[in-house]
C-alpha cells in the first residue's frame, strides 16, 4: 500500500527566548502521489527537517495542513514510517531484537514478528548478522537495521532525515541502491531529505530545492530518468540543473 501526500499551505515558527519569533519554514504547498519518491534539497536550516516532523504528526503546524490522502496529520500513525540519521538502536538488544521492536510494542505475536524479521533480513544485506549487536555493526549495518525497523511496519509512507548522511561516499551508494530495489518491489511512497544531490538524482521521481529560511519552494523540478537506476545516471544535464537550482537557494538574499 502507498498514500498520497499533501501538503497545504503549511508553515512553522518557533517562539524565541525573549519573545522572539524565528520563521523556520513556509508556507509550502505541494503534492505527491501515491507510490512516488520525492527528494528534497536546500541549505542547513531551511526547515526541512521541520517539515519531515511535521508530517510525522510529531509536531504541530503553526499554520496550513497536511494530509495522508484525505486525512489529517495531527498526530503518530503507524502508517507512517519515520527514520533520522541516527540508527538510534538499542545496544543490548540483537539485530534481530531491534528489527522485530515496533512489531513487539505493536502486539504482534513473537513467531509472527520473528518471522517477518528473518524474511527482512536478506534484503538488508543482514542475513548472517540477526545475532549481533549494535557494537559489533559497522555505521552502514546500523543503518541498514534502522531501515529495516522502519519497512517492518509496512508503512504507506516513508519520510526519512538524511538516512544515510553520516555514512562513507561508498557505503552511502551502496544502501542507496539497496534502498531503491527494495522501494521498487514495494512502492511506498518515499520523501527523503538529503544534501547529495547524486543520490537524489539516484533515486527521486522528483526533487525539490527548498530556499533559505524560511524555506520555501524554490524549484520543483522531475526526474525523467528510466528505471532501474544506475549510479552512472546520476551525472549529466539535470544534475548540473539541480545543483545551480542548489546554488541558487543558498545565495539567495
Known amino acids: 500500500m502507498s498514500a498520497r501526500i499533501t501538503v497545504s499551505d503549511l508553515a512553522a515558527v518557533y517562539q524565541m527566548p525573549g519573545g522572539d519569533t524565528l520563521p523556520a519554514l513556509g508556507p509550502v504547498s505541494f503534492h505527491i502521489?501515491?507510490?512516488?519518491?520525492?527528494?528534497?534539497?536546500?541549505?542547513?536550516?531551511?526547515?526541512?527537517?521541520?517539515?519531515?516532523?511535521?508530517?510525522?504528526?510529531?509536531?504541530?503546524?503553526?499554520?496550513?495542513?497536511?494530509?495522508?490522502?484525505?486525512?489529517?496529520?495531527t498526530q503518530p500513525a503507524r502508517r507512517v514510517g519515520l527514520m533520522f540519521q541516527d540508527a538510534n538502536l538499542m545496544p543490548w538488544r540483537t539485530v534481530l531484537d531491534n528489527l522485530v521492536l515496533p512489531l513487539e510494542v505493536a502486539g504482534v505475536p513473537k513467531s509472527e514478528r520473528l518471522a517477518a524479521a528473518r524474511a527482512l533480513l536478506p534484503a538488508l544485506g543482514l542475513a548472517d548478522f540477526e545475532a549481533a549487536y549494535p557494537g559489533e555493526l559497522s555505521g552502514g549495518m546500523a543503518q541498514r537495521v534502522a531501515l529495516g525497523r522502519v519497512l517492518i511496519q509496512k508503512p504507506d509512507a516513508l519520510l526519512l532525515d538524511e538516512p544515510f548522511g553520516a555514512l562513507d561516499a561508498m557505503t552511502r551508494e551502496?544502501?542507496?541502491?539497496d534502498l531503491l530495489d527494495m522501494w521498487e518491489r514495494q512502492r511506498q511512497t518515499v520523501l527523503m531529505v538529503t544534501h547529495d544531490i547524486h543520490e537524489a538524482v539516484l533515486l527521486a521521481d522528483r526533487v525539490l530545492v527548498f530556499s533559505r529560511r524560511p524555506g520555501r519552494i524554490a524549484a520543483d523540478i522531475r526526474v525523467s530518468l528510466p528505471r532501474p537506476r544506475r549510479l552512472e545516471d546520476t551525472y549529466g544535464a539535470l544534475f548540473g540543473q539541480i545543483a545551480g537550482q542548489v546554488r541558487a537557494a543558498i545565495s539567495q538574499a
Open 33 to 73: 502521489e501515491a507510490g512516488s519518491f520525492v527528494c528534497i534539497l536546500g541549505p542547513s536550516g531551511c526547515g526541512k527537517s521541520t517539515l519531515i516532523r511535521l508530517l510525522a504528526g510529531i509536531q504541530r503546524p503553526s499554520r496550513g495542513q497536511a494530509f495522508l490522502n484525505d486525512q489529517s496529520i
Open 174 to 177: 551502496r544502501i542507496s541502491l
